[in-house]
Each structure stands twice: as C-alpha cells, then as structure tokens.
C-alpha cells in the first residue's frame, strides 16, 4: 500500500512510451508465431482468462478467502477455491468445489472430460443464461455464489442444481461433524409429506399441478405406488440420492453436498408434484446466519431450512405468483441486468428473519420474438423487452417475515406476493428500482430514479404502520391470523386489505442531464451513518457524502463503493481515467464537523475546463469539504491508494484482509493479491496462482493526448517482428468503442493485444477516448446528451491530430522505425456502441473514414432499451431520429460490413437488418454477416477466431481499392 500518489507520480508527458518489455524468451521466430496463432489462443481461452483467479470475496477476520478459478487455460468449467493462511502464516490455496466432481459423482461417470462440462451448460436453467447474458458472464461450472456473514457456508448451483459447501478450520471438526451429518434413509423417513398440497389444493391457488408432466418420467409411470415410500431419490430421478465431497487440507476441512434435492426428489416421486413448484433454482442466497438458503424459481420464491445436526434440510414453497408468463418474483428485471447493473430480485434482512422481493409483471413492454433462421423447426422465443420511449415492467417490492429463528419450519406458510405488506414509494414518479441495501447499520435503503434519470431519490422503508397517511397497515406478523395448512394453499385469514410499509426520504439529487449509479451506493456504515453519491458540479466530479455533506476530495472520481466501515470507505476511483485505483476514503470521526471548504491541490492534467471538456482550467483546484481535526495540518486526511502500482485494480475486504485484483502494463496475467493482518508487523501476504495463458508478445503501445481536448490515446505499432515494421507509411485503423461511460485507453496490458495483432497485419491501431467515455468529469460526459454524433466529431480530431502526435514518439524499440500514417487510408472497427460509431464514421464522414466493420450496431436508438438509451437522449422522438442511422443510408460511399448475431437479446439483429434494408433501398453496396446462434458476445471459439479473420481480410480488400 502506499500513500496518495501525486499527479507528477503519473504519466503526465504528452507522450508516454509504455512501461516494461516482452517475455525475456521471445524471438522474432516466436513472436510471429504468436501472432499467427493469436485468433485461435484468444477464443479457445475466452480472450486468456480462463485459469485466472476472480470473484475474491474476503471473509470472517481476512485471513480466508473465496474466490473462482478454473483447472486451467483452455478449461471453462469455473471452481470454488479458498485462499487461506494457517496459523504459522503459510499460505494455501484449497479447491473446495469442482463442478465435474459433483455431476460425475451424481452420475457414476469418471467427470474426466468435457461431456461433464457440456452436461452442466445444457442443465443451466434459460432465465440463468438470460442472467449470464446481461452479466457477459462466459464461462461454465460455478460462475457466482453466496456466503454467510461468518464466512463458513457457502451456496451455489451447479447443472441446474442447488449445492451446499461448508468448511471449518482446526478446533471447530466438532460442527462440521454435526451439522453436515446427513443419512439419506434417514431423511426420507423423517420427511413428514402431508404438509404437501395435493392437486386439487394446488389448484386452488391458481397453479395447476393437475396435468400431465412428459418431463416427469416417475408421476407418468404407470406402475408407480404411490404408497411405496421406500422408493428412493435414486429411483426417482435416475441418481444418488446424497453427493457428499469432502476435503481436507491440513488446518481445513470442507464437505460440499448437494442441498434439498433429497427431499424434492422424494416428494415428487411420492405425492406426484410437479418438478416446475421447486426448479429452476435461480440465484440462490444463503441468509445471514447461514441456516437458511432462498432461491427464486421465477414464479416462487423457496426457502431451504439447511439441516442441522442430522436432521433433513426442509425446502418449500413460501411465496410466489400465479402462472402468469408476464409475472416474475424474485428476478431483476431486464433493465435491472442490463443497465444498472442489479442483478438480485430479493434480499435477506440482517437477522435473517425477512426478505424484501421483487414483483415485476412485463406485460407493459412490448414482445419481441427472438428466431433462429437456420432452424426453421425451433419455436422463437418470445420476451418482452424495455423498448426505448415506450413502457417500463412494473416492478413492485414486497416484504415476507419468516419467523423466529427456532420455529422457522413451522412459521412458513404459502401466500400469494401480492398478499404480503407492500412498500410505498412513488413509483409513478420514481419508476426505476435502482438498487436495494440492507444491513444493521439502518432500515433497509431504495434508491429510485424517475423515468428521466435526472432525480434519484435515498429511501428508508420504515416500519409496518408507522406512518398512519400510507395505507392500510397491520401491525401484526405477517403470519398471525392465518391457518397454517399444505404447503402450496393459500391464506384463510380474515385480513383483506392492503398492508403498505411506507418509506421516508433520506436524500434527493438531481441534473439537467442524467444522474450515474454508483455500485454499492447508497448503503449504512455499521454505525448508521448515510454514504450516498454526490455529483458535485462545483468541482467536475463524482464525490461520496456522508450524511449529506461531501468527504472524497474535488478530483478523485468515484466509480464504485467497494466497502464500508466507521472509519472509511474503500472504493475504486480515478484521478487519471486511465487508471482505476483502490482508495481509502477516511470519514470524519465521531465528534468532528464539516467547518467549511479548502483547496485540494490539482496539476493541470488532472483539471476539467467546463466549456471544452480538455485541460486547463484558469483555477488552481476545486472546493471540498474539511474536517475539524488538528489546527496544524490542512485539515483533510488523506486517502490511501492500496494498490502500489499504476493499472485497473478492484479489491474485497474484510476484517483485517483485503483480496486485490487488477491488471497492469507490466504483466500479462491478472495479479490477485491476498494480504492479511498487512498493517501489523506480522502481517502476510501471497499471490494467488494465475494459470491463464499469455499471447506470447508484449503489445508496442504508446500513450498520447491528442486534439485541443487532450483525449487519452493509444497508438499500437507493429512489433519487430511484423513484415511492416520498418514501413514508412501505414493505413490507420481506429478501434474506439466511443459510448458513454466505457473507455479503451486503460493502463492495462491486455486492452491492446487485439490492436498488436491488428499492428502486425499492417495497421496503425489507434484507440481513442473522446467525451461521455466516462472517469474525467461529469462535464466531460454530460457534453454528449442528446449528441451521440459528438463522439464522430472527437474520433476526427484523433485522426487529424495523429501526424503531430507520431512525429513526437520514442524509438521505444531499437530496431522498429515509426511509420507515416495514411490518412488516405483510414477504417474504424467497433462492437456494440463501437459498431454503431464505425458506421457512423463512413456514413457521415466518409473523406476521414475509408471503410468499416460494424459489429452488432444500434443503428435504429428507438430499437435499443429505455433506462440506457433515454438516460443519454432523452424523451423526444425527433432526438432518436436525429442519432440513428437509418436515414443515412443514402450517404454510404465507403465499404460496409454490418455483423450481428440472430439470438441477439440485447442489441437485436433487427438493427442491422434495418439498416441493410435502407441501403438496398438506396442502392447502396454493403456486406451483411449474419451468425446464426450468436448472441451479443460471441462465444463460440470458431465463429470468434474467423470473424477476427474474415473482417482483416475485408478491411484490406475495401483499402485497396
């Protein structure tokens, strides 16, 4: 760790060479190798991250912690590991969990190949492929999880099923031994299966379970007994009924064990369920105090009572909808997962006695229909989606009390969502359900935003009852007053009306333009203080508040709220949008005030001129808020950057350890960094093995500003061993991505392996990040609003400005020379946004831009979804008229590949198939690659390593000409 950095600490030349050399081994022989076989090592390792450690989560005192990892660099079935220091300080590395050894064990099959892995992908539910697609999660096997507060249990869903891992150190065998004692005889006999709703009863709740099931081999058997209750789970289901996997690593000792599913197996077989009441299991969280486990199967939400000392683990339904295909319970909304980066539908009270759940009926939005043309016999797929300018689902949140923790089997009784206690906001002014907290620092926390995203608003949901102006409301358990009777019946109480929990507002924001989310804002410290987000205008920046009032110094950005305690706020932030840092943000002790502002000294390359969004504002700083401490110093502690060195950083922390993870210049791989006790003298710390492979070649990337805005720039020049190192004059091919909020130019070596490979076939690479690209003031991205074309404007002065700028650069090898650019020869590639902007560029601009490849282009904005698209152009039609591309097909001059996946969710091929209509209509040449089966990443390993190919082979071609 080391103290805050200052400015000149940074790369502040106008021309910047990057730091640290190739592998010591590399040859001009290997490197051409590498580069040849660059296509095929990216997409059979998912761009080299698989084996590399992610996902940390530090728990309990620090000195332990979760994180995901796969075997190795090809391998995409994702393990559950634990990094540990025993109590000599030697460090571990355990794996607690591998998919293939619980589906093999469940399946008699050795688990030694990739059929136990393509058996996982084919059982993986749809709603958790829809949930992985909005999270561009890629990998197979365990790819999330969730652990209790002290850190021993965790769970998680392998192959569509639900699984439990709880470890123990030396000292606690004893619990282990009792808690996760499991006999699946005995559990069958212990099971008392006339608390389960017949048929009939189910039907009366408006789900029926009456029907015949084809999926159910054992309700369809003609020969079943139903009275046979000896039958096992085996019989049942085709598999053991128990997979029980232990391990032990010196100090450790682990069990995994597949949870519930020995009781759902045995209900179904002996009272005929239905197996869609208890599955899919979708995003299963364990509570607080680990004795319990919740799961939505999208229309119930199901609670697991995990056994304690021998006894069964119970499973049923508790709450949920009618068979309504428009209702959800328990999911995030599309908006949610795609947008605002929500992907959790309910959420545990600290006591573990409640769940705050989401309703969220999308019937309001239109239904689209996602088809497969090249199998005409495959059904399409029908979902509603959040259409720009027309409505939002309407998403609703309620509360369900469970019990007392020693009756919780007893309390539980099915309801209806919509008959328990509801929370009040304004939801036709505040339609958006931004993000939920929940801890013991304060009542449970709602950020809303209005339909504009230009007013957020901080609510605390207040007691049932407290406020006598908001409804109807009982002041009784939810559960008094109501017969207990099967699971799956409804409610015969006699309360009828509607039961309201009324919220209080803590804070209001507002802009002209839009208001970002900060993840992890707002939540308590544990003492029950506010941290919320402040955009501060003032000072061009992203700040946090405490109790209102500003405490990160004018300068540092604000991304994300990482942790939380009484004394500071860890969080990823950025003085240099280059770089992401982890920063301790101090808090004021008790006892201190806010007295008034100071100047927080700011070099000119780090200042914001509010009119150009470029460098060199007249004032020598901004205005931030002081804490009234010692008289002698400047009044302000310092924030800490926990990371020593310059890259892309995140970090968990807990107790007295902290997990960092991040990505440097200076290293191929990833660095995960565990660190425990690292402030005492007898501290630890360890690297956690990272078994990625590498693209064999250090990328010859150099770093410039260019333009009178003095945007952030990558140059990518061909590498010694490249046939043009020592051209004179090369085509320029611009790679930018240019959307709000995401930027290329990063201190991070693997940002510019795709440009050395796109160098070394005779490119000038260059990626620039003009305004809205996020991390350099919110007038840098407010500039765009409503002018999606701003970024066309900035990627032409990176053109114009390149000469000047590659005139000034280093030798940074000895043997390479820099070449001329071409500005006679100039593509752009782009995905995405990037797509959108590389057809912009030849349609609008086609004497800069000489040809492109647009891959999957929002080309029509009226296509794309509402909380992304209105945040940035607002509400009037003629806005989304004026940004699209549809209009300017007529213009198209210039060579056009428009690519696009047919299972496309997010950006739907209709978008290119718009726009390749109107050029038709035009008569306008274009090519148009449709991949079949692809959605917005492409994850198949051949489609990914030929279109890499196929669109080298298209550029060449359209420069030629």
């Not at 559990?187 to 015949?212: C, I, K, R, T």
């Not at 229309?299 to 056994?307: A, F, H, K, S």
């Not at 093995?689 to 010859?700: K, M, V």
């Not at 990558?714 to 004059?729: D, R």
Request: aromatic content about 8%; charged content about 25%.
């Amino acid at each position: 760790m080391t103290e805050q950095q200052t400015t000149d600490d940074m790369m502040t030349d106008d021309v910047t060479a990057v730091p640290g050399e190739g592998p010591a081994t590399a040859t001009s022989e290997t490197i051409r190798a590498a580069i040849a076989a660059y296509p095929r090592a990216k997409a059979r390792t998912q761009r080299f991250s698989l084996g590399a450690p992610r996902s940390a989560t530090v728990l309990d005192d620090g000195s332990h912690a979760l994180f995901l990892r796969s075997r190795g660099p090809e391998d995409d079935v994702t393990c559950l590991w634990l990094s540990w220091f025993d109590s000599a300080g030697n460090h571990h590395e355990t794996l607690l969990a591998d998919p293939r050894t619980l589906l093999s064990s469940g399946n008699g099959n050795s688990g030694n190949g990739r059929d136990i892995a393509d058996a996982d992908s084919d059982d993986i539910p749809d709603e958790e492929k829809a949930r992985r697609e909005r999270a561009r999660e890629s990998a197979d096997g365990i790819v999330s999880y969730s652990v209790n507060d002290s850190g021993n249990r965790v769970v998680f869903t392998v192959g569509g099923r639900l699984w439990l891992t709880t470890f123990v150190f030396d000292g606690d065998i004893e619990f282990i031994d009792d808690v996760e004692r499991q006999d699946p005889d005995i559990m069958l006999e212990n099971v008392d299966f006339s608390n389960f709703a017949n048929d009939n009863n189910a039907g009366d709740n408006g789900f029926d379970e009456s029907g015949f099931d084809p999926d159910d081999p054992v309700r369809n058997d003609p020969t079943r007994d139903d009275s046979a209750r000896d039958n096992s789970a085996a019989s049942a289901a085709g598999r053991p009924a128990q997979v029980r996997v232990t391990v032990e690593d010196g100090e450790l000792h682990a069990v995994t064990r597949e949870l519930g599913d020995t009781w759902y197996v045995s209900a179904m077989a002996i009272r005929g369920h239905r197996s869609r009441l208890f599955r899919p299991v979708l995003n299963p969280r364990i509570s607080p105090d680990g004795r319990l486990v919740a799961y939505t199967t999208g229309r119930m939400i199901n609670l697991v009572v995990i056994g304690e000392n021998g006894q069964p683990d119970d499973e049923r339904s508790v709450c949920g909808v009618s068979d309504d295909p428009n209702v959800t319970v328990g999911l995030a909304e599309f908006a949610a997962g795609e947008e605002m980066d929500r992907y959790e539908g309910f959420w545990w009270s600290p006591d573990s006695r409640s769940l705050l759940i989401e309703r969220a009926d999308e019937s309001p939005e239109p239904l689209w229909h996602i088809s497969d043309p090249a199998n005409p016999t495959k059904p399409a797929q029908s979902r509603h989606y959040p259409q720009a300018l027309t409505r939002n689902a309407d998403v609703r949140l309620f509360r369900f009390d469970i019990g007392s923790a020693d009756h919780r089997a007893g309390n539980m009784a099915f309801a209806s969502v919509e008959d328990l206690p509801e929370v009040w906001w304004d939801r036709r002014g505040y339609e958006y359900l931004a993000d939920v907290h929940w801890s013991r620092g304060g009542d449970p926390l709602l950020l809303v935003q209005n339909r504009r995203q230009t007013a957020d608003q901080v609510l605390a949901i207040k007691p049932e009852g407290s406020d006598p102006h908001v409804g109807f409301a009982s002041q009784h358990n939810i559960l008094d007053g109501f017969s207990l009777a099967a699971d799956g019946d409804s409610f015969t109480g006699e309360e009828s009306a509607k039961r309201w929990l009324p919220t209080s507002t803590l804070t209001v924001s507002g802009s002209r333009y839009w208001l970002d989310l900060i993840h992890g804002c707002p939540t308590w410290t544990p003492g029950g203080r506010l941290i919320t987000a402040m955009p501060d205008e003032e000072t061009d920046t992203m700040r946090l508040a405490v109790d209102g009032h500003a405490f990160t110094p004018a300068g540092w950005q604000i991304l994300d709220v990482l942790d939380v305690t009484d004394h500071d706020v860890l969080a990823r932030a950025t003085r240099d949008a280059r770089a992401v840092d982890v920063v301790s943000f101090p808090l004021p002790e008790d006892g201190q005030e806010f007295i008034g502002s100071y100047w927080q000294e700011l070099t000119d390359d780090h200042r914001i001129d509010a009119q150009n969004g470029g460098d060199g504002a007249d004032d020598a700083g901004g205005f931030g808020n002081r804490f009234a401490i010692d008289s002698a110093s400047d009044g302000c502690p310092e924030p800490i950057v926990m990371n020593t060195e310059t890259g892309v950083w995140t970090a968990s922390r807990s107790g007295n350890g902290m997990v960092l993870l991040g990505r440097t210049m200076h290293d191929d791989r990833s660095v995960m960094l565990h660190m425990f006790g690292a402030n005492a003298d007898s501290g630890y710390s360890a690297i956690v093995a990272n078994h990625a492979d590498i693209p064999g070649f250090t990328p010859r990337t150099e770093f410039v500003r260019l333009g009178e805005r003095g945007m952030y720039a990558a140059i990518t020049l061909p590498s010694e061993s490249s046939p043009y190192a020592h051209a004179e004059k090369l085509p320029v091919l611009m790679k930018p991505y240019g959307g709000p909020m995401h930027r290329e130019v990063m201190f991070s070596r693997s940002y510019y392996w795709d440009s050395q490979w796109w160098a070394d076939q005779g490119f000038i690479v260059v990626s620039a990040d003009g305004r809205g690209t996020g991390a350099r003031g919110l007038h840098w991205d407010h500039a765009m609003f409503e002018r999606f074309d701003l970024a066309l404007d900035d990627q032409m002065d990176a053109v114009h400005a390149l000469p000047e700028a590659m005139s000034s650069l280093p030798l940074s090898r000895a043997d390479c020379g820099v070449p001329e650019p071409d500005l006679d020869h100039v593509a752009m590639i782009g995905w995405s946004y990037g797509g959108y902007l590389s057809a912009l560029a030849v349609l609008r601009a086609p004497d800069v831009f000489h040809a492109a490849c647009a891959g999957a282009p929002p080309t029509d904005w009226t296509l794309y979804d509402t909380h992304y698209t209105e945040r940035y152009l607002g509400l009037n039609p003629t806005v989304y008229e004026r940004n699209s591309l549809i209009k300017d097909a007529p213009n198209l001059r210039r060579p056009l590949l428009l690519i696009h996946g047919f299972a496309d969710d997010n950006v739907t091929v209709a978008n290119s198939l718009r726009l390749s209509s109107a050029l038709l209509a035009a008569g306008r040449e274009h090519t148009m690659l449709p991949l079949t089966g692809i959605t917005h990443m492409t994850n198949d390993e051949t489609v990914a390593e030929n279109l890499l190919l196929f669109q080298r082979d298209f550029l060449r071609k359209a420069l030629a000409e």
